[in-house]
């Protein structure tokens, strides 16, 4: 059984940097045939997805348009987690933060394992 | 980026109702669908992938189908759990993205 175990802050001040923390058991970070992502959900935005990380051969990195100036999502192979990083960030940034497993098949991709989420608030 | 569109945003019905939603894409996205149920406080459940499978430990009054770039999620006789919202995601590619959601509600 997977499991996704997130960490970090519920108060960034504006300007600063978001940091959250995706602790993984039951599965491993640099696994084959997995993605680790980063999506977000707020009234005006709705589920919206920020990124992801993958490992295949080499590590992988993934960002949305809308963020991807301001992004970073890295793996920590030593501790089986993966990491958020969201710099500058505006109350326009305050959400709830999920970090998800998605698995590829013959068929596609799911999203089947996520973290209990993150309520973060942008405010001085 | 891929539009993802639902309808209705939300529905009001009767337990024992059969139920039905739709999500159109923007473009094909062949049968790179997945459908999700959301209740207040806690994270989206995959109930559906690939446009009409069902995952596994869900429900069989649940079903996917689709039509072109239509995709319909059914249940058949609404159930007291199954008040919810529902959102429909396409992973035919990156951006990953979602429908704006379909809050089912008790009449």
């Known amino acids: 059984q997977v499991q996704l175990q997130q960490s970090g802050p519920g108060l960034v001040t504006p300007s600063q940097t978001l940091s959250l923390t995706c602790a993984i058991s039951g599965d491993t970070v640099s696994g084959n045939s997995v993605a680790w992502n980063w999506i977000r959900q707020s009234p005006s935005r709705g589920l919206e997805w920020l990124g992801r990380t993958y490992y295949r051969s080499k590590w992988y990195n993934d960002y949305a348009v809308s963020v991807k100036s301001r992004i970073m999502i890295n793996p920590d192979t030593s501790k089986n987690q993966f990491s958020l990083q969201l710099n500058s960030v505006t109350p326009e940034d305050t959400a709830v933060y999920y970090c998800?497993?998605?698995?590829?098949?013959?068929?596609?991709?799911?999203?089947?394992?996520w973290g209990q989420g993150t309520l973060v608030s942008v405010s001085s | 980026d891929i539009q993802m569109t639902q309808s209705p945003s939300s529905l009001s019905a009767s337990v024992g109702d059969r139920v039905s939603i739709t999500c159109r894409a923007s473009?094909?996205?062949?049968?790179?669908l997945n459908w999700f149920q959301q209740k207040p406080g806690k994270a989206p459940k995959l109930l559906i992938y690939?446009?009409?499978s069902l995952q596994s430990g869900v429900p069989s009054r649940f079903s996917g189908s689709e039509s072109g770039t239509d995709f319909t999620l059914t249940i058949s006789s609404l159930q007291p759990e199954d008040f919810a919202t529902y959102y429909c995601?396409?992973?035919?590619?990156?951006?990953?993205?979602f429908g704006q959601g379909t809050k089912v509600e008790i009449k």
């Open positions: 995601q396409q992973n035919y590619n990156t951006p990953r993205t």
């Open positions: 998800v497993r998605e698995v590829g098949y013959s068929r596609g991709w799911v999203f089947d394992y």
């Open positions: 690939a446009a009409s």
């Open positions: 473009q094909s996205i062949n049968s790179y």
